[in-house]
């Protein structure tokens, strides 16, 4: 059974660097892109970053670039997203979803429970 | 970037109604479109994988149809579980983009 477990939410500061981890169980990690998406308080889905199986191609949304990190450790079947000056518009339930494959779809199949991050001082 | 349209962005239906939601995709996405269902306070989940293939495990009253720009998500026949919002996304290209959600809710 797949699972994906976040981690690392919480209260942060305006300007808070905090890093989101994501832990992937019940498939072969390696083999699979994986993505942020994140969900403010009431509002709709917004895709954050995407990364591929190997981590050597990473894509962002244009409001956090650069100022989030996407990256991954296969070995340790963890998804991270280093998250630097935050501003109260971060502030959102975050995902982490695994990409599907081939026949299979390329979109989102799986998805963790979410973790809140709340930028407030 | 590719917008994507959703409507309507609530609607209010019964037990066993047939409800149909659109998307429309601002330039063509082929097939490259899933459809989500998500429930307060959970993540969402997936029902249609490109555009028309259901999920293992979501009952067959879901179906999906479109290509290039239309896209439509349909439920035969409305049960009490299925009342959540639903969105469309779009992997076509980057930014992946959803719609801005619909709400269903009971009549």
């Known amino acids: 059974e797949v699972q994906l477990l976040e981690s690392g939410g919480g209260l942060v500061q305006p300007g808070g660097s905090p890093r989101l981890s994501c832990a992937g169980s019940?498939?072969?990690?390696?083999?699979?892109?994986m993505s942020w998406v994140r969900q403010a308080p009431g509002k709709g889905l917004e895709w954050v970053s995407d990364i591929s199986g190997s981590g050597g191609s990473t894509y962002y949304a244009d409001p956090v670039k650069g100022r989030f990190t996407i990256s991954r450790d296969n070995s340790k079947n963890t998804l991270y997203l280093q998250m630097n000056s935050l501003r109260a518009e971060d502030t959102a339930v975050y995902y982490c979803a695994k990409r599907g494959s081939g026949a299979a779809g390329w979109d989102f199949d799986y998805w963790g429970q979410g973790t809140l991050v709340t930028v407030s001082s | 970037d590719i917008q994507m349209t959703q409507s309507p962005s609530s609607l209010s239906a019964s037990v066993g109604d047939r409800v149909t939601i659109t998307c429309r995709a601002s330039?063509?996405?082929?097939?490259?479109l899933g459809w989500y269902q998500q429930k307060p306070g959970k993540a969402p989940k997936r029902l249609i994988y490109a555009a028309s293939s259901l999920q293992s495990g979501v009952p067959s009253r879901f179906s999906g149809s479109g290509s290039g720009t239309e896209f439509t998500l349909t439920i035969s026949s409305l049960q009490p579980e299925d009342f959540a919002t639903y969105y469309c996304?779009?992997?076509?290209?980057?930014?992946?983009?959803f719609g801005g959600g619909t709400k269903v809710e009971i009549k």
């Open positions: 996304l779009q992997h076509n290209s980057y930014p992946l983009t």
């Open positions: 019940g498939f072969t990690f390696s083999n699979y892109a």
């Open positions: 330039q063509g996405i082929r097939n490259e």
